[in-house]
């Protein structure tokens, strides 16, 4: 009975530990999901651009200048933008407005029903079966309004999540400037671009920077980094989630070292006989350890089945539980210094005892 609390205590402990950094890793995921998959090497946009989702218009024949440029093999437009959406029931709505251009650069990844293409039809829209209820359509061909002009939905994504209240719509740019009251029409937020095979991705980055006049260059991953900084850090709630998942960290981590000295303490007289009959210190150290890292395997594997059925739950909610192999691969090793730490204390308190006082 023992045996099995202690398991499940630091299976329990794992789990809220896995959690708490799962809700990191989604959060993080869903803030640069479109930056991420939309497979370009570069992001030309507006100086001071803080963030995917706030996006500034852009002159369009910047894509003529960016594709000029040594090193670069393709570039098109993406236009972002938060326009209303009249739910079909009469509640209104703001909606991420994401317009493509024609080699579909910054479309959803998974579609669920229709055609990716189908966005360049007039007043055709993609939505995602996440924001269906949100939204009032669920099926091709449902109509809605936005912007008090008719819409018709060409196609149902899957996966693509926002944290926000407003979920994303694609279009093509042709259809998003109908809608954009901002922008006009030879206008769009960002400039997405690849590079020639051969190149180096810096050295092209550095080139458009130096070459195409008032604008700032970011690489792929230096975009993901900088939006998912602006929602982490200059947003409370951002700042929120960070401040959990060390505290989820924190809570684990001594609940599993207090678990396994616990278990320990428990057996104290027992360590303290076999001193006593001439065990070698050496031999009790590896044995407690043995202890530690049996029980805390343990509870680490039935904590992972419970964080992988957690993943599968909030699977379809705006931040789901996610992780990496990275960051389970330094979980499991910051659990491991854990049970090790736990057996340190745990003998140095068998070690503390008068080996003589056993047998009074």
Not at 2 to 26: D, H, M
Not at 127 to 153: F, Q, T, Y
Request: hydrophobic share 50%.
């Amino acid at each position: 009975m023992r045996f099995s609390i202690t398991v499940v205590g630091i299976a329990i402990a794992f789990f809220l530990a896995a959690a708490q950094i799962g809700l990191l890793v989604g959060w993080v995921n869903t803030n640069s999901a479109i930056i991420n998959h939309a497979a370009v090497d570069i992001w030309v946009m507006p100086k001071a651009t803080r963030t995917f989702d706030f996006g500034n218009p852009l002159p369009r024949h910047r894509i003529q200048q960016v594709s000029s440029v040594k090193g670069v093999d393709w570039a098109e437009g993406l236009l972002v933008t938060w326009v209303n959406w009249q739910h079909p029931q009469g509640k209104r709505i703001t909606v991420e407005l994401i317009g493509i251009d024609i080699g579909n650069a910054g479309t959803p990844w998974n579609m669920k029903s229709g055609s990716i293409d189908s966005i360049h039809l007039p007043d055709t829209v993609i939505v995602d079966e996440l924001s269906s209820d949100a939204l009032g359509v669920s099926n091709i061909d449902d109509k809605a309004e936005m912007e008090e002009k008719s819409v018709i939905v060409g196609g149902i994504s899957k996966g693509v999540r926002t944290f926000t209240a407003s979920p994303f719509v694609f279009t093509s740019i042709k259809n998003a400037l109908n809608y954009a009251r901002l922008y006009r029409d030879d206008e769009i937020s960002y400039v997405l671009a690849r590079i020639d095979p051969g190149y180096n991705l810096f050295e092209v980055r550095d080139r458009i920077a130096k070459e195409v006049a008032e604008v700032e260059v970011l690489t792929t991953k230096e975009f993901a980094e900088r939006s998912v900084k602006y929602w982490m850090l200059e947003t409370g709630v951002g700042i929120t989630v960070i401040i959990t998942a060390l505290l989820g960290l924190l809570v684990g981590s001594v609940i599993m070292s207090q678990t396994l000295f616990a278990i320990t303490q428990d057996h104290i007289d027992n360590y303290a006989t076999l001193l006593a009959l001439g065990f070698h210190q050496k031999t009790l150290r590896q044995i407690v350890l043995a202890q530690s890292l049996i029980l805390g395997g343990l509870g680490m594997l039935v904590g992972s089945a419970l964080f992988m059925i957690a993943c599968n739950i909030s699977a379809r909610s705006p931040i789901p539980l996610e992780t990496t192999p990275f960051v389970s691969f330094s979980l499991i090793a910051f659990s491991i210094l854990c049970c090790i730490a736990a057996s340190w204390f745990s003998i140095r308190a068998v070690f503390k005892l008068d080996p003589v006082s056993v047998f009074h």
